[in-house]
């Protein structure tokens, strides 16, 4: 996967690109060393967000740019959840980096990356899963969301909203749409709070949001 | 003093935007010559917030602006003003480094960062 954005690379004012996997994270990247992967990650969470709002309000949606003082960042989809982000030089061709991100979604697409490639991610590196963790024999999953988890869920969408704005609806259908495919059931509902507060960032707000539901989860 | 409508009356004129809206940061509008804000205004509000995180988290020092390029070309920017918001929709057919340029003057009159004009948030009142 590296050689693709490798050939980003060679384009005059690009510093380099990232691919990001919003369930995996980061899976390659070949930016100086003086942006960190665990900061790179974060970015590209920032850009799969703000690329799927823009997809909410614009279903033709091709590419993101941020344009900062001193740098560009440009964001394509590539696939559902993978993105490809780029981070140029002010001065660089938005053209001849456009097309290059049309072939290279090409040959992601047909190229056959999400199997073997993209299976490891930051290249060789096998994540600390791969490492300890047997294969697991295929569990069966509850992925019906009863009427009172419903009721509950929902409860805790409004709660979020008076904590991240207009910003709650998003996040919360993402988190929950994850956790609900690893089991909609009650006694997984800390996994759920926990990924909620990871997302709020802020562990003063992540602690109010906690008291706002407590009730509801009492009730529940 | 200008207004927040005589400010999106001017950006409108601008050559090569097709319409705009102006909004404060916590989503009120202010001025619009486009029919349906909404579908713009909620994505604002995300976008400054988002563009903020991100040039904190890599540490960059301001965000000029956003934009959402479309396969209609219509695309649409978000330029942070201040404690306001400013959406452009661009015609199709336009010249978008000109258009920026036209529209990089007009902030710089009302904003009071990244310029040499000093005028206040009330500009918009």
């Known amino acids: 996967m590296m050689h693709l954005i490798d050939e980003l690379k060679v384009i005059p004012g690009v510093v380099g690109a990232c691919i990001f996997d919003t369930r995996e994270g980061l899976r390659v990247t070949n930016l100086p060393v003086i942006f960190k992967p665990e900061r790179l990650s974060v970015v590209g969470k920032h850009l799969a967000k703000l690329y799927a709002a823009g997809r909410m309000s614009f279903s033709d949606l091709t590419d993101l740019t941020l344009t900062y003082d001193e740098s560009v960042i440009i964001a394509r989809e590539l696939e559902k959840n993978t993105l490809i982000f780029a981070i140029c030089d002010p001065s660089f061709n938005h053209n001849l980096l456009s097309m290059s991100f049309n072939l290279l979604q090409e040959e992601f697409k047909s190229g056959g990356f999400s199997s073997a490639e993209a299976a490891s991610p930051m290249e060789d590196q096998p994540s600390p899963t791969q490492q300890q963790e047997p294969v697991k024999p295929p569990e069966t999953v509850n992925k019906s969301v009863s009427p009172e988890l419903k009721q509950l869920m929902e409860e805790m969408k409004s709660a979020l909203a008076k904590i991240l704005g207009p910003m709650a609806e998003f996040v919360f259908d993402e988190v929950a749409e994850e956790w609900v495919e690893d089991g909609a059931d009650f006694s997984r509902m800390e996994s759920l709070i926990g990924q909620l507060e990871q997302e709020i960032g802020d562990e003063k707000k992540a602690e109010e949001y906690k008291q706002l539901i407590a009730p509801f989860l009492k009730n529940y | ?125």
Not at chain 2, 83 to 97: A, E, K, T
Not at chain 2, 101 to 111: C, F, K, N, Q, T
């Open chain 2, 1 to 125: 003093m200008a207004t927040a409508k005589d400010f999106v009356a001017r950006i409108n004129r601008v050559d090569g935007v097709a319409g705009c809206l102006l909004i404060k940061d916590d989503g009120v509008l202010l001025g619009q010559t486009l029919e349906d804000p909404e579908v713009y205004s909620t994505l604002m509000l995300i976008s400054g917030g988002q563009a903020d995180d991100i040039m904190h988290k890599i540490g960059f020092s301001y965000c000029r602006h956003l934009s959402f390029s479309r396969l209609n070309n219509r695309h649409f920017y978000v330029f942070p003003i201040n404690n306001y918001l400013l959406g452009i929709v661009q015609r199709s057919d336009c010249y978008i480094p000109d258009m920026l340029d036209a529209v990089y003057r007009l902030i710089g009159r009302v904003s009071t960062k990244r310029t040499d004009v000093d005028v206040s948030n009330d500009e918009f009142s």
